[in-house]
């Protein structure tokens, strides 16, 4: 079988090609027209889906080496996601699926990255075969939960404010990091002190307000951000720059911290010896040290996809409607837009 996923959640114009459950391409063009304006502008977004997602397509059917009438499935992201942009590539995807009459599965953005682990580009991969603990973290989205066997999840905790990713950008355009920062900061941090500064790490055993931190699996990262502007009006514009690379080690620390802390008592709580960490911010160095080194600690196995599956990519969109179609969990539809009016969003 042969599956195009489209993906156009955000600002990554993605398609990717799955041929019998493996991977045969993966094409992801990033927009840099939002690096002018600090954060994703979403007006612009959906202007640049629409301008290269032909390209793309193109490019990775080419790749995969078939042409478009031998594909079976189109699979596209349906949601959630910047409304504009979600549209640029569904619509894209109604109408090609129309055209070469072939069925059309709309894809939910966040279970393709809590199943993102999933994805096969290699016979040697391994994917979890038990239940597991889901880290889903990513600009726009901090969620843990507890997956099953059989695809269904349960979710015990989320942001109840502001995305780790987001803290990362904004601290980062705080300090005068150019966006995105997520990246810049890890590259900075590798050479710092994280222990130059302690940002408050809200909801954990090291908040000083939080009381029941261990049955609470939310997040909360605004007091962080709040944290470093303070931090940085109060010193002078040379010190910030002296120790930058300190300054970066400590907020990265002070986020990775609280996302090991919470998932790997997640993991204890519900007796799961599984846990796989998905979405952008799980390519992050930092938060992939810590949480080897704590799932070793505690005999976990652990499960990361590569670093161009853990960004927005449509190899998870494919995967995810190959993983439900052969369970028999979603009926491929036609072209008509009322399927997706009741689509449920995570």
Do not use: W
Request: hydrophobic residues 40%.
């Amino acid at each position: 079988m042969n599956i195009l996923g489209i993906e156009t959640s955000c600002d990554e114009t993605s398609a990717a090609v799955l041929q019998n459950g493996r991977v045969t391409s993966n094409i992801i063009s990033s927009q840099l027209v939002h690096k002018t304006y600090g954060g994703v502008v979403p007006e612009l977004a959906s202007r640049e889906h629409e301008r290269l997602i032909v390209s793309v397509v193109d490019a990775a059917v080419n790749e995969a080496n078939i042409q478009k009438n031998d594909l079976d499935i189109i699979a596209a992201t349906a949601g959630p996601g910047l409304i504009g942009a979600v549209m640029a590539g569904l619509c894209f995807a109604q109408g090609l699926a129309y055209s070469l009459r072939k069925p059309l599965v709309p894809v939910n953005h966040i279970e393709a990255h809590i199943f993102s682990g999933f994805i096969q580009d290699d016979p040697r991969h391994k994917a979890p075969k038990e239940r597991f603990i889901s880290l889903t973290v990513s600009g726009g989205h901090t969620i843990l939960c507890a997956v099953n066997t059989d695809l269904t999840y349960t979710i015990i905790g989320r942001t109840i404010d502001d995305a780790a990713g987001e803290a990362f950008d904004k601290t980062g355009k705080m300090l005068g990091l150019d966006y995105p920062a997520g990246p810049a900061i890890d590259r900075l941090a590798a050479e710092g002190n994280p222990e130059f500064h302690e940002f408050p790490r809200a909801l954990t055993s090291r908040s000083r307000t939080s009381k029941n931190y261990r049955d609470n699996f939310d997040f909360s990262f605004s007091g962080l951000k709040t944290s470093v502007l303070n931090y940085i009006k109060k010193h002078e514009p040379a010190f910030i720059e002296q120790h930058m690379h300190d300054i970066a080690a400590s907020i990265q620390d002070a986020i990775t911290s609280v996302l090991v802390e919470k998932t790997l008592a997640a993991a204890m709580k519900f007796n799961l010896n599984a846990i796989s960490v998905t979405g952008g911010v799980s390519a992050n160095s930092g938060l992939r040290e810590k949480m080897e080194d704590a799932c070793s600690r505690q005999g976990i196995r652990l499960f990361i996809p590569k670093a161009a599956y853990s960004t927005d990519n449509a190899a998870m969109i494919a995967t995810l409607a190959d993983l439900k179609l052969s369970r028999g969990l979603v009926t491929p539809n036609n072209y008509d837009v009322a399927p997706f009016a009741s689509f449920r969003y995570c």
